[in-house]
């Protein structure tokens, strides 16, 4: 017992003292707070005190923040995650490659690609074929590159497609069908609705019903879904889908790949390092052939020089021949 009553006699002092220096102790933790903080304050705000050197190996880099940044335009034919995850890399090479900072500038839709362009908003674009036409005889838009294919050719094609199992096998059988077309500016829907049905005895008049999407993936999610009948998209599209249902009845003639465009009033110089930069991959070289692993497929194969002259048979199954100025 006499243990414990020494216990409660040493808290009750301690009790006692901490009561009594407590205001002490606050005053005093306040008042170095405030010494510390107006110290603290003085230092940092004294420019009279040089800033460390920087060494001359880090002056020597050039930061992507520094360059000078280009933006290339593409259009809206993909969702936006699709065509990050497609055309970033394509940025990255460029920027690797050059002394410039390439973006990527997205567009809501394919005509406002073409007005960046027309504006010299962006430096280049991704166009797709018709686009390019229209685009060349409104605002003399130019091209200077198009891709080559996996069998390093340069063409592309459009092609109708079905859901497997839906008892279509020819254009003939789509009378009375419900169409699903990506934008009303691409090559795929104007080749089919302008000069396919027609080949076949067939009007638009013919069918249930036409609807436009903003994507070729899209497209073919509706067929899926069995919201629609048929659907026609770039045939390297339809392909990627074939082992989920996706069967292709008809293809179109063989046309050149979307290409790579410029302002009509373009930067020579900026056109000209991009273009060099695009026609030195080699697939056959390892060190490209890994760079091009992440490129959208279209892309991933390498490009050669581009003409409109190229785009004539284009014009022709399109009915748009240039009249002669």
């Not at 390093?152 to 859901?163: H, N, P, T, Y």
């Not at 879904?225 to 008809?250: L, P, Q, T």
Request: hydrophobic share 35%; with cysteine.
């Amino acid at each position: 017992m006499k243990n414990s009553g020494n216990i409660f006699e040493l808290y009750s002092a301690m009790k006692i003292f901490t009561n009594k220096y407590r205001v002490h102790v606050i005053i005093s933790s306040l008042f170095f707070l405030m010494v510390f903080s107006f110290l603290f304050y003085s230092r940092v705000m004294d420019i009279s005190i040089p800033f460390p050197d920087i060494s001359a190996n880090n002056s020597d880099k050039i930061l992507p923040s520094a360059k000078e940044t280009i933006y290339i335009g593409i259009i809206s034919r993909y969702p936006p995650e699709i065509i990050y995850k497609g055309y970033q890399p394509i940025m990255d090479y460029l920027n690797n490659s050059t002394e410039y900072n390439f973006e990527l500038k997205l567009s809501g839709s394919y005509q406002e690609t073409v007005e960046q362009l027309a504006r010299n908003e962006v430096a280049g674009a991704f166009l797709g074929t018709y686009l390019y036409i229209r685009a060349h005889d409104q605002f003399g838009i130019k091209c200077i590159l198009k891709p080559l294919n996996e069998n390093l050719e340069s063409v592309s094609s459009a092609a109708v497609i079905v859901k497997k199992g839906s008892g279509i096998n020819h254009i003939k059988d789509l009378r009375g069908k419900k169409l699903a077309l990506p934008s009303s500016e691409s090559f795929s829907g104007k080749w089919f609705t302008g000069y396919e049905l027609n080949k076949y005895g067939l009007n638009l008049s013919d069918l249930d019903s036409i609807s436009y999407f903003d994507h070729h993936q899209t497209v073919i999610y509706q067929l899926l879904k069995n919201h629609f009948d048929v659907g026609v998209v770039k045939e390297r599209v339809a392909k990627e889908y074939e082992k989920k249902g996706i069967v292709i009845i008809k293809s179109s003639e063989k046309i050149p790949g979307p290409p790579f465009v410029v302002p009509k009033n373009d930067n020579p110089k900026i056109t000209s390092i991009i273009k060099d930069a695009f026609l030195k991959i080699d697939i056959h070289n390892p060190y490209y052939k890994e760079i091009l692993t992440d490129w959208d497929s279209e892309y991933s194969h390498g490009f050669v020089e581009a003409s409109d002259n190229d785009f004539e048979n284009v014009r022709k199954i399109l009915g748009l021949i240039k009249v002669p100025k």
